[in-house]
């Protein structure tokens, strides 16, 4: 899924401390966890296009729980034996601190541009958490989001305070920019072509003119080459022809004077029977 225009975050500062620190992901999935603990080097290793969208538990520097965060990959800016770098925009978050943290305090400078740790192992025993370095989050656990996920609502958390508001205008402007994609259709692929547009009827001086003015589809191109080459394999089949006209020729007149001087030999020798 393509990233969204929707405003980045953030929303009221409400401090509050968060029930579902430290629980193990539960409730509705969109997509499967992938949990570090399990299988380490795995998530890590996983492909995170820009523009897609992922959901994942949240450590600070500390490493403290944070809860769960909702976010958009910018990019993928590093990957080592420690684990995967993401450029991520915050999106919503379920803990009402870090609503606060990120609205109003520490975070609020970042405008929700973060940098996510994907860890090789779990946080707690991960080599790159730097201390006091607020402009990081890392995670052990994390799952993907598609667009279908995200219209349809499908995480409890989405739809309760304080994540509600911030993932309400998200959507929208998922579903806003998905209604436009479809609206503009699917981008052609310029190899792509019907046999119809191949137009014998036009006017072949034209079409050569008009080739000059933008790229050609294949079948003007298959076209246009048939058209070059098909003169010269006429030509050299009408040159043949006439070299084997002319060796006809030069046999028959060469047969003619053939038999010519032999006419003139019998005749002269029949004269001399005669007249002996």
């Given at each position: 899924m393509r990233n969204c225009s929707a405003a980045p975050f953030l929303s009221g500062p409400n401090r509050a401390e968060n029930s579902l620190r430290g629980r193990c992901p539960t409730g509705p999935m969109p997509g499967p966890w992938i949990?570090?603990?399990?299988?380490?080097?795995?998530?890590?290793?996983?492909?995170?296009?820009?523009?897609?969208?992922?959901?994942?538990?949240?450590y600070d520097d500390k490493p403290a729980a944070?809860?769960?965060?909702?976010?958009?990959?910018?990019?993928?800016?590093?990957?080592?034996?420690?684990?995967?770098?993401?450029?991520?925009?915050?999106r919503c978050v379920e803990d009402e601190h870090l609503v606060w943290w990120l609205g109003e305090g520490p975070g609020a400078k970042f405008k929700g541009k973060f940098q996510l740790h994907l860890c090789h192992e779990v946080v707690t025993k991960c080599k790159r958490i730097t201390k006091k370095d607020i402009?990081?989050?890392?995670?052990?656990?994390?799952r993907t989001i598609s667009l279908l996920d995200i219209k349809n609502r499908v995480a409890a958390w989405w739809l309760v305070d304080p994540a509600k508001g911030d993932f309400e205008s998200f959507r929208a402007a998922c579903v806003k920019?998905?209604?436009?994609?479809?609206?503009?259709?699917?981008?052609?692929?310029?190899?792509e072509f019907d046999p119809s547009e191949d137009d014998f009827g036009e006017d072949r001086g034209q079409a050569g003119l008009s080739a000059l003015d933008g790229p050609r589809t294949l079948a003007e191109k298959l076209a246009s080459l048939k058209r070059e080459t098909e003169p010269a394999v006429h030509g050299k089949k009408r040159r043949r022809g006439d070299r084997i006209e002319?060796?006809?020729?030069?046999?028959?007149?060469?047969?003619?004077?053939?038999?010519?001087?032999?006419?003139?030999?019998?005749q002269r020798l029949e004269s001399q029977n005669t007249h002996g």
């Open positions: 949990v570090s603990a399990h299988n380490p080097g795995y998530l890590a290793d996983q492909p995170y296009q820009a523009g897609s969208v992922i959901e994942f538990y949240a944070q809860g769960r965060v909702l976010a958009s990959v910018e990019d993928t800016i590093d990957r080592d034996g420690d684990g995967c770098w993401l450029s991520i925009q915050v402009s990081q989050f890392h995670t052990d656990t994390l920019e998905s209604a436009k994609k479809a609206t503009a259709g699917p981008v052609r692929d310029p190899l002319r060796i006809k020729a030069r046999s028959l007149r060469s047969a003619r004077l053939r038999f010519g001087r032999e006419a003139k030999e019998n």
